[in-house]
């Protein structure tokens, strides 16, 4: 209970303790302190920001939500990439619902609309009007020409005279249209550019020209039965007229077997090469009257494309994709990358960010329950916070590489529905390893609460699931309270799989009533929300030992595990310390007792007084308990190196509990277990010898260093251990006396405030003193003296008998 004073008169400052003991996250503070950030003035408005609305605490949460966010929706694809052609080795399902459009076969109809539309070519029937016109004029002017010239008989001359004519090539040219050769030039000019050469020409171009010709690559239109649309064009105005025309039956004015001169009158009278050369001048003046108008074309194949709407595919989570032994359509790739293209946006999207703001606004609500409305004002320790978040992420973890399996496993192969592994999966685990290493109630309940939550945002809001891992996870709480055996833990889960199991039959009876499947999902959610419980806990009992070695917790299965007295320590303290091995038993025994009777935890108590004194294993001969009859090795020393060795003992127990990591409760228990309490007897005797030219004598040393004990069950082995002591030392352990011993004890703590730290009340104190009692009466009771007893074991002198006693009073 709590003292009114907090006066501490018997303190001289800061209790200097050994080096183990230091705080390291002190020593990190000073050094920050050090690099003097504070003492600036951006320094100052950051750390004014931060005490006011606790910044860096907040920061750090949301950066834990978005963690947990981002593992929420990350999903585990070991699927293997398919291609094309090949043979699916097993069945493929889709893993969620969606629409996609399906690619491949749109852009079939599309290409097959862009196929049916006839290409557009440029028509224009009067291009050709006129075309002989530049052949008579050329060679008119040119016949004149050469008569004009006198050529010599002289053949070699001759020759000279026609090469020297071809200054007068550019001309014709210009005239003819038409860039020639020298050859076809010179050619001319033997022939002295006759009528018959000329007429031939003419004859050649009329009935060439006399179809459509046209001129257009193969690459672009394929030329056979293919139908085009011509457009007739006059000069370079389009007419409204579109006429469609077989593309194969229009000359290509590519096509050398087309342009031929054996229908030409005279054409016979001509060498080879004078025949070559008259096809040559009469080929050249030839071009297409029918274009191919790309841009027209282009823009209606256009149309045609974007007048085919998409064609769109309704996939069904779990609906099979393709076959064991299907081969792999274009079809089905496009569905796998959909799928993967779609999980991999729901994974980085903007619900993980407003989940992880959901997730923080959650946490800090809950904490400004804990401060505000909460009956003792519980403060969660930073030990916990980062258990509590740990496990959740673990929780959530393993909870989806569960599901990825069982779905992969059966879900996917075997068509089991999705649901029953949902309730099967260990979703209580994290609330029973939970309730297990935090004590306070409130803060397990709102921990079950919010990864019950989470679990919900997991399942894409399964509010099912998330009546299933709250009831859930309260029950696995409640069964692991107090857990006293490891079958407790297993208990637990049998209730946890029976509410679930009702849970989930009450769930499905309301929503699926009338329903065909209603005894399909109740014969396989029910089994499977039984199993879970049973599941949680056996996942519960292998990561529990995990739990309490990396982050050096306490629970009741390692307690359980502490109070074997086969433990090292045990062994160790019966063989160097048998009077404090006894002893610790029997304060044990008493605080067990007292502990159940004011609801503390009984289990920790008594083993924190199995291991309160180990630290006198070293000195043992030093303590009443372990001496032998007429040797005290006190009367041989110094009150001075008394007490020191009496105090020692509470530092050397706890370097034994960190050696052997006995765990913290323990430990603080150890250290607790004396509190600040006066070493009466070897103060007295410091005082009785002290002379005053060696100063004054402090009682603040002869007092140990503390701390006074924090919580019940450290106040119940103070209170056990002193009371034990005393009435060990006495000869004639009478009820009245040993009663009084008992009220005496807890009176004389009470009245030197080392109960003040704890939550002892004046009902619980009253309640201690008659079960410590009861036990104390049972244990030191009167025994029949036998015949010469009395004779043989004579009482102790009233000196010996303070000697025997105050030591362990100030202990």
């Known amino acids: ?107 079939k109809k599309r290409n097959e609309a862009e196929g049916s539309v006839p290409p557009v070519f440029d028509y224009d029937p009067i291009s050709y009007k006129g075309i002989t016109e530049p052949v008579y004029l050329a060679f008119r002017e040119f016949r004149a020409l050469v008569r004009k010239t006198r050529w010599s008989k002289n053949e070699t001359k001759k020759e000279e005279q026609v090469k ?84 194969s039956k229009i000359t290509n004015i590519n096509d050398e077997s087309v342009f031929t001169l054996k229908n030409i009158k005279k054409v016979k009278s001509y060498s080879r090469v004078g025949r070559k050369n008259l096809k040559a001048l009469s080929k050249i003046l030839i071009f297409p009257n029918v274009t191919f108008n790309k841009v027209e074309t282009s823009d209606r194949n256009h149309r045609a494309r974007d007048a085919i709407l998409p064609v769109q595919i309704s996939i069904k989570k779990n609906q099979t994709i393709v076959s064991q032994g299907s081969i792999i359509q274009p079809v089905h790739v496009t569905i796998f990358h959909e799928i993967k293209k779609r999980k991999s946006d729901r994974r980085t999207d903007f619900i993980a960010l407003m989940s992880a703001l959901m997730f923080a606004t959650f946490i800090l609500v809950f904490f400004s329950y804990t401060k505000r409305f909460t ?55 994290a609330a029973m390893i939970v309730g297990m290493l935090v004590t306070s109630g409130e803060v397990v309940w709102l921990f079950t609460v919010f990864i019950s939550i989470v679990l919900t ?111 090292p320590l045990m062994k ?16 044990g025994s008493m605080v067990d007792a007292a502990a159940k009777e004011i609801g503390a935890n009984a289990l920790l108590g008594k083993v924190m007084a199995y291991y309160h004194d180990i630290g006198k294993m070293d000195h043992a ?36 509990g960190l050696k052997h990591k006995l765990g913290r409760p323990i430990i603080d228990g150890i250290l607790q277990h004396h509190g600040t309490t006066l070493i009466s007897y070897f103060y007295n005797r410091a005082l009785e010898g002290h002379d005053d030219d060696h100063g004054y004598v402090e009682e603040s040393d002869f007092r140990y260093p503390g701390p006074k004990p924090q919580f019940k069950e450290a106040a119940l082995v103070m209170l056990a251990d002193s009371i034990e002591a005393a009435a060990r030392s006495l000869d004639d352990p009478t009820p009245a006396r040993l009663q009084n011993i008992v009220q005496s004890i807890i009176q004389n703590k009470f009245m030197d405030a080392q109960l003040s730290d704890c939550d002892l009340t ?26 010469g007893q009395a004779k043989s074991e004579p009482k102790e002198s009233g000196k010996k008998n303070v000697t025997r006693l105050s030591p362990k009073l100030g202990s």
Not at 6 to 35: A, E, I, M, T
Not at 572 to 587: D, F, N, Q
């Open 621 to 656: 001969q030093y303590f009443i308990e372990n001496q032998r009859k007429g040797f005290n090795p006190h009367d041989h020393i110094s009150p001075y190196m008394s007490k020191t060795i009496l105090i020692a003992h509470v530092k050397d127990g706890a370097e034994l």
């Open 762 to 787: 004046l009902q619980d104190l009253s309640i201690i003193e008659e079960s410590f009692e009861h036990v104390i009466l049972a244990i030191y009771h009167q025994r029949v003296e036998y015949p």
């Open 457 to 567: 945002v997991m399942t894409e809001m399964n509010f099912s699931f998330f009546l299933v891992s709250l009831v859930g996870g309260v029950t696995a709480v409640r069964g692991v309270h107090s857990c006293e055996k490891r079958n407790d833990i297993y208990r637990a889960g049998l209730r946890v799989g029976l509410v679930n199991g009702l849970t989930v039959f009450f769930i499905t009876m309301l929503t699926n009533i009338g329903s065909q499947d209603l005894l399909r999902e109740l014969a396989w959610d029910v089994p499977a929300s039984f199993f879970g419980g049973l599941f949680s806990a056996m996942v519960t009992m292998m990561l529990i030992p995990v739990v309490e070695s990396i982050f050096n917790y306490t629970t009741d299965i390692k307690l359980l595990e502490l109070s074997n007295l086969s433990h």
């Open 375 to 429: 009956l003792n004002r519980v403060r969660i320790e930073q030990r916990d916070l980062a258990v509590m978040g740990v496990i959740a992420l673990v929780a959530v973890l393993v909870i989806k590489i569960f599901l990825f399996m069982t779905e992969a496993a059966f879900v996917t192969k075997y068509g089991l529905p999705p649901s029953m592994f949902l309730y099967a999966a260990p979703v209580s685990a």
């Open 1 to 107: 209970m709590k003292s009114k004073s907090n006066k501490k008169p018997y303190s001289k400052g800061p209790v200097k303790l050994r080096s183990k003991y230091s705080d390291q996250s002190q020593k990190f503070k000073d050094w920050v302190d050090q690099l003097g950030f504070e003492q600036t003035l951006l320094g100052k408005i950051v750390q004014s920001l931060d005490e006011r609305f606790h910044i860096r605490r907040v920061s750090m949460l949301f950066f834990y939500c978005l963690v947990l966010s981002f593992l929420l929706f990350f999903d585990f694809d070991f699927q293997q990439d398919v291609e094309v052609g090949t043979i699916a080795k097993s069945d493929f399902k889709a893993s969620l619902s969606f629409v996609m459009v399906d690619e491949v076969a749109t852009e």
């Open 164 to 247: 020297d004519f071809l200054i007068n090539k550019p001309k014709f040219e210009e005239i003819y249209g038409r860039k020639i050769s020298n050859r076809l030039f010179e050619w001319l000019v033997q022939g002295q550019f006759s009528v018959r050469t000329e007429n031939i020409i003419k004859n050649a171009l009329t009935e060439w020209t006399s179809e459509k010709i046209v001129d257009i690559p193969h690459h672009i239109v394929n030329f056979e039965n293919k139908t085009v649309i011509l457009k007739i064009v006059d000069g370079r105005k389009y007419s409204a007229k579109e006429v469609p025309a077989d593309l």
């Open 572 to 587: 160790e303290m019966v063989l160097k310390a048998p009077g404090t091995y006894h002893h610790s038993l029997v304060v």
